[in-house]
């Protein structure tokens, strides 16, 4: 589902759905240090390449209860856990604020998370929660500008808040279905945003608060990270469909841009279901999880990457658009076709029920009917 480099240690950190586990993977070594499960199901990860913590959020196997977990990034210990808001849970975190976010789509709320450790080493949290939106889901944060970012699956918007006050400071519109987790790049502002049915990735500018670039890539894509090294941009090419009820994922490659022109480079073939995507700048290392074959890419980064081409994705994502268009205009006309034949059935058989109405006589042989009279000219 997610993953996590310390810059720092180098060390990478993988969240595994299924079997539920964060993974601590030493890439110099080729080793892996720890595995530890969070919940039944684990759905992100993040670290903190000061403190070298590592951040993860969980599912209980019915869905109802989320988890949030602060482990060591060289052991794999827990230093500290709570429940959270049941939910599809998105996670960042902001190292300056020892804070942690934590996003619940089903529920409409954000669980806020400010740590605070003892002279003795212990962890504790103050808890609180903000509600943004009906859906929220991806979520990012600018520590330097005390800005959080949060990703809005069904009214598809980026709301922007100040970290401070919690006051919303801008509601701005992107491509459909934002999803986990939206990067941001402190240096130069910018906010990265992955829209999965709109299939590209739109890229905000973090001080006017707008979009300043819309780059379409491989269909129904799922992670993005930068390379400050390179200035090169990857978006994971899952091929999964968030809103639908399907398993099915059809991606095989990560779609490369560059980060000045916001051009679409090529695309590199990475194996099936890339849904995760990091960078570590100091190694020219790119980490690319795949989710069907439980595994992590690692690409060096360098102009010499086999890239191919790339297809139209324009053309695509407008086809697939007009696709999704048309499936809704066919369920839509046979919901009111199936509307009309129900109206019609219960209105043919109202009428057949309908008992007629008998003249009834009163006595002394006056009728029913009321007599007509012509008034008086």
Not at 28 to 38: D, L
Not at 137 to 156: F, H, K, T
């Amino acid at each position: 589902e997610g993953i996590a480099v310390d810059t720092s240690t180098h060390l990478v950190y993988i969240a595994y759905e299924f079997p539920s586990l964060v993974v601590g993977f030493d890439p110099v070594r080729g080793n892996v240090r720890w595995k530890v499960p969070i919940g039944d199901s684990t759905t992100d990860v993040q670290v903190d390449s000061t403190n070298h913590h590592v951040y993860a959020t969980g599912t209980s196997r019915n869905g109802r209860t989320g988890y949030f977990a602060v482990l060591d990034g060289a052991s794999g210990k827990t230093l500290f856990s709570t429940d959270t808001t049941p939910g599809d849970d998105g996670l960042a975190f902001d190292t300056k604020r020892q804070r942690a976010y934590v996003s619940s789509s089903n529920s409409g709320i954000i669980d806020i998370f400010s740590l605070r450790t003892s002279p003795a080493g212990n962890i504790s949290a103050l808890s609180s929660t903000l509600k943004v939106g009906s859906h929220p889901q991806a979520l990012g944060v600018n520590s330097r500008l005390g800005r959080l970012y949060i990703g809005d699956i069904a009214s598809n918007t980026v709301t922007v808040i100040d970290e401070n006050s919690n006051h919303t400071l801008a509601t701005i519109p992107v491509a459909a279905v934002p999803v986990q987790p939206i990067r941001v790049d402190e240096a130069s502002g910018h906010v990265y945003v992955v829209c999965s049915t709109g299939q590209e990735l739109d890229v905000i500018d973090g001080h006017a608060n707008k979009v300043i670039a819309r780059v379409p890539v491989s269909p129904l894509p799922e992670g993005v990270a930068f390379n400050t090294a390179t200035g090169r941009i990857y978006v994971a090419g899952e091929g999964h469909n968030d809103t639908a009820f399907n398993d099915v994922n059809s991606g095989t490659s990560i779609t490369v841009i560059d980060g000045q022109s916001f051009a679409v480079l090529g695309t590199l073939q990475v194996g099936r279901a890339p849904d995760g995507v990091e960078a570590d700048p100091a190694l020219r290392r790119i980490y690319v999880s795949t989710e069907d074959s439980d595994a992590v890419v690692e690409i060096s980064d360098s102009p010499d990457l086999p890239l191919k081409n790339a297809p139209n994705f324009h053309q695509a994502a407008a086809i697939h658009q007009a696709i999704l268009l048309l499936r809704e205009a066919i369920t839509i006309t046979v919901i009111l076709m199936l509307l009309t034949i129900i109206g019609a059935t219960l209105g043919a058989r109202s009428r057949r029920w309908r008992v007629p109405e008998i003249p009834q006589s009163l006595p002394g042989g006056a009728s029913s009917h009321s007599a007509k009279h012509t008034p008086p000219v």
